[in-house]
T-cell receptor, first 114, second 115 residues
Framework: AQSVSQHNHHVILSEAASLELGCNYS??????LFWYVQYPGQHLQLLLK??????LVKGIKGFEAEFIKSKFSFNLRKPSVQWSDTAEYFC????????????FGQGTTLQVKP | DGGITQSPKYLFRKEGQNVTLSCEQN?????MYWYRQDPGQGLRLIYY???????QKGDIAEGYSVSREKKESFPLTVTSAQKNPTAFYLC??????????????FGSGTRLTVV
């Protein structure tokens, strides 16, 4: 069965620090990869997604993620975080089959101190 | 504005009661999904539907039921058989299943509390 693992459950950073959130998945076939963000009291929003092509994907708000197929990883990065990045972040994987199901990781809570 | 509407936002249920959570979308999406969100466990798939009058169990379907009589609507019933129903429930939709890499549009969620 497919699974997604996010290594960090709770991350605390100061403003301007660099961020990297780990995401690994277990599925050998073609995958689509996503990062979602949930700001306090708000909907889940799509940060970025990878379908094919350039493995370095740029998203909204200065986030990027790199797909490393050999490592089954899709880590999220941001060079300099802001207090407004405080949120919960979810990695998700969708197989190339026709079910459309997204499998989510456990989530990482990011707290940015001003 | 197109989107997904979940209602109610907060719901309280007595033990032994069934409750139904509403999810409506006006995005003309084929596929709809129900997830349960618990702290530290991420989102877990309850049920999903790729087409009207058809749906499949997700990873944690026990104690839940759904229907998909209309493309726009995918209500979730939390039955008395669900042992631990207190949670945050999220509905989502997507354009089509199958390859294509479409992400989901999420609703704002319903927080269910059993009292």
């Amino acid at each position: 069965a497919q699974s997604v693992s996010q290594h960090n459950h709770h991350v605390i950073l100061s403003e301007a620090a660099s961020l990297e959130l780990g995401c690994n998945y277990s599925y050998g076939g073609t995958v689509n990869l996503f990062w979602y963000v949930q700001y306090p009291g708000q909907h889940l929003q799509l940060l970025l997604k990878y379908f094919s092509g350039d493995p370095l994907v740029k998203g909204i708000k200065g986030f990027e993620a790199e797909f490393i197929k050999s490592k089954f990883s899709f880590n999220l990065r941001k060079p300099s975080v802001q207090w407004s990045d405080t949120a919960e972040y979810f990695c998700a994987v969708r197989s190339s089959g026709n079910t459309g199901k997204l499998i989510f990781g456990q989530g990482t809570t990011l707290q940015v101190k001003p | 504005d197109g989107g997904i509407t979940q209602s109610p936002k907060y719901l309280f249920r007595k033990e032994g009661q069934n409750v139904t959570l509403s999810c409506e979308q006006n995005l003309n999406h084929d596929a709809m999904y129900w997830y349960r969100q618990d702290p530290g466990q991420g989102l877990r798939l309850i049920y999903y539907s790729q087409i009207v009058n058809d749906f499949q169990k997700g990873d944690i379907a026990e104690g839940y039921s759904v229907s998909r009589e209309k493309k726009e609507s995918f209500p979730l019933t939390v039955t008395s058989a669900q042992k631990n129903p207190t949670a945050f429930y999220l509905c989502a939709s997507s354009i089509v299943p199958g390859p294509g890499g479409y992400g989901y549009t999420f609703g704002s969620g319903t927080r269910l509390t059993v009292v």
